[in-house]
């Protein structure tokens, strides 16, 4: 059937249309068209607007996510509260001989490094006329008993006064004195040592002439041997004569010993006290002047061992390491150090069964939450 024949349907589309739209052309019907389409894909943006852009919906999420911490629990022990001071080994025993009387060295009888003997000569000065002068005074000593003899015996008899014997008593003790003041003359050319060890300086050769007070030669006694440092004024009252102590030595060597001395008088530009430790020396292996740390125990004290890389500093520069309590909430919790070693580091001022932060410690700060996370094996 032709279309054309039954137009019915197009004039009555065209009866439901406005008066404007059957006048305007099928140019400006097909613009408008699109219009409403554009007009009606906006307003379905703006309807549905809550959408958030999706930058700004992952920075929220990212905000709101808990950092993990991982946590290790502490345990305490029994500990001894060590001070270690910084000091050095001394001999407690050691002399520069000196000359007696002046002269020429005659000889040097011991080297440096020779071991000596309380008594050995170490240097001998010529005698020179100091010999003819102690044979001289001998032969007066002689002369002098004579005639006090002599005189004792006139005066039993009667035959002198008392006056006479005693002036001649006092002369025979004036000889005597001057005997023995040219036998110490003799005996002063002969420089001994005052006890035993080790010569480990010599200042004078065969030849040289000394005058009285000049240096022969050094002995240092091998034992005992002291360290010598000093204690702070915190320390000092905590320390007393007698108490044992650990010296480590530069060279890893660890020598056992006792508290010597304790000052009772501050350095005055220090404020510190000087302290020795008195140290075993029998096979002489110690040396003068060698670096050491002398750990002093002091007291028993409950102490937790930690790594000191989980140490932090708050605000005010103490020294603490950061916990979690309950709810995941970071504390900060000072501590103070007992000592710090080969062995680790021991501290006291937590409590048994704190939380501490092991990994992640510098990221958190007071009040934050975080996830704590026990890693197996882990330790503080």
């Known amino acids: 059937m032709n279309m054309m024949s039954n137009p019915e349907p197009e004039s009555r ?67 001894n509260a060590t001070i270690t001071i910084r000091g050095r080994t001394q001999a407690l025993h050691e002399v520069d001989t000196r000359a007696q009387v002046d002269g020429v060295v005659k000889s040097i009888h011991f080297e440096k490094g020779d071991r000596v003997r309380a008594g050995d000569v170490l240097c001998e000065l010529m005698v020179n006329d100091r010999g003819a002068k102690l044979d001289m005074a001998a032969a007066l000593v002689a002369e002098r008993e004579k005639e006090a003899n002599a005189a004792d015996t ?5 035959a002198t006064s008392v006056t006479a014997a005693k002036q001649a008593t006092a002369a025979l003790e004036a000889a ?11 005996d002063n050319t002969k420089i001994r040592a005052p006890f035993s060890g080790f010569v480990d300086d010599r200042y004078v050769n065969a030849g040289d002439y ?5 240096k022969c030669e050094l002995v240092i006694a091998p034992e005992p041997f002291l360290a010598v440092g000093s204690l702070s004024e915190k320390d ?3 320390v007393r004569v007698g108490d044992p102590v650990s010296v480590t030595l530069v060279t890893g060597e660890t020598v056992p010993g006792k508290v010597y001395f304790v000052a009772s008088k501050a350095d005055a530009s220090t404020r510190t006290f000087h302290f020795e430790a ?45 916990t979690v309590e309950s709810g995941g909430i970071v504390r900060f919790k000072p501590i103070e150090i007992i000592s710090d070693g080969p062995d680790g580091m021991w501290v006291s001022g ?28 882990a330790r503080a």
């Open 176 to 186: 005597r004195a001057g005997q023995r003041t040219q036998q110490i003359e003799l």
């Open 154 to 158: 006139l005066l039993k008899e009667g």
């Open 278 to 322: 008195e140290l075993p020396n029998k096979e002489a292996k110690l040396r003068d002047g060698v670096s050491a740390d002398i750990h002093i125990p002091v007291k028993a004290l409950k102490a937790m061992k930690i790594s000191p890389g989980i140490l932090v500093l708050n605000d005010n520069g103490v020294v603490g390491v950061r």
């Open 13 to 79: 589309w065209k009866r439901m249309q406005p008066g404007f739209l059957r006048r305007m052309s099928a140019g400006y019907k097909a613009a408008l068209g699109i219009l409403v389409l554009v007009v009606l894909w906006v307003a379905s943006g703006v309807v549905g607007g809550g959408h958030k852009p999706a930058g700004e919906s992952d920075d929220t999420a990212k905000t709101n996510v808990v950092p993990s911490v991982q946590v290790a629990l502490l345990s305490s022990s029994n500990r």
């Open 350 to 377: 937590i409590p048994d069964g704190t939380t501490v932060i092991t990994v992640g410690q510098e990221f958190v700060s007071e009040g934050s939450h975080v996830k704590p996370v026990a890693a197996r094996g």
């Open 210 to 214: 000394m005058r009285v007070g000049d």
């Open 236 to 238: 000092v009252s905590q």
